[in-house]
């Protein structure tokens, strides 16, 4: 357990009013919590902002600043909470799946926990698309918000898989071998600078509110709700309105992004 994690300000942050149990109903209440108050999000990225890892510049983003994070961020925040409640949770790397079946490199993190002895998929930084939920890695499918997931063995992979009409859909590849925190250092620095990174390349904000699932990438706003999916071309001038009002985030209305307003311009606004 991190001794500086302070569980008291995240729990306000995420809406609840008591610690949960150290059970798995906890860690769903925790997760659940999790996901509907923490946006997704990589404006630090597009403000020329690094990305820090380390315990207190992370409740210092996600829970004072009341920001969101990608998943290095959500995750590792996550982990603090699920010990400070008494959960173990066990770090690991995936990689991210697409249609073209390119293979990607290691730059999503997740996490298992076990319960009832069984090994669940925990997972708060996938954005819009992703669980609400603890899953079990036992190909078990589950119904939450509006989606249908299941994670398939592959070897000793387990593949996060979500339901597409009547269809399977791989989402990320979870990987078994033991994670160290210089390997997500490594992978956070390649994911937040490389130049053809899709964080790099694109703005974006995620959120899953009761009921809708909110995705931004760039100035392309969708929401799902339940198999209906609305679409709209946003201008440039809605962009920190629509990310303060829909995201709950706090952004300076003079905030310029790198995928949208350019690299020099952005970098200008954090020197």
Partial sequence: MDMTFDLAAYLKRVGLAATPPPDLDGARTLHRAHVMAIPFENLDIQLGVGIKLDAASLQQKL????????????????????????????????????????????????????????????????????????????????????????????????????????????????????????????????????????????VTAQRVTAGARHILRNLTYTVTRGDVAETREISRAELVPLLRSIFDLDVPSESRFAALDGLSAALQETR
């Fill in 63 to 202: 829970v004072q600043r009341r920001r969101g994070g990608y998943c290095f961020e959500q995750n590792a925040l996550f982990a603090m909470a699920l010990a400070a409640i008494g959960v173990a949770a066990e770090p690991r790397e995936a990689r991210v799946r697409t249609v073209s079946g390119a293979l990607l490199p290691r730059t999503h993190m997740a996490l298992v926990i076990a319960f009832e002895g069984r090994d669940w998929l925990a997972d708060v930084g996938f954005g819009g698309d992703g669980l609400v939920e603890p899953l079990p890695l036992d190909g078990t499918p589950a119904e939450q918000e509006g989606r249908g997931y299941r994670a398939m063995a592959e070897g000793a992979r387990r593949i996060l898989q979500m339901r597409s009409g009547e269809t399977w859909v791989d989402q990320y590849a979870l990987l078994p071998d033991v994670v160290y925190p210089i390997d997500f250092e490594m992978a956070n620095w390649f994911t937040s600078t490389w130049p053809r990174s899709p964080f790099v390349q694109t």
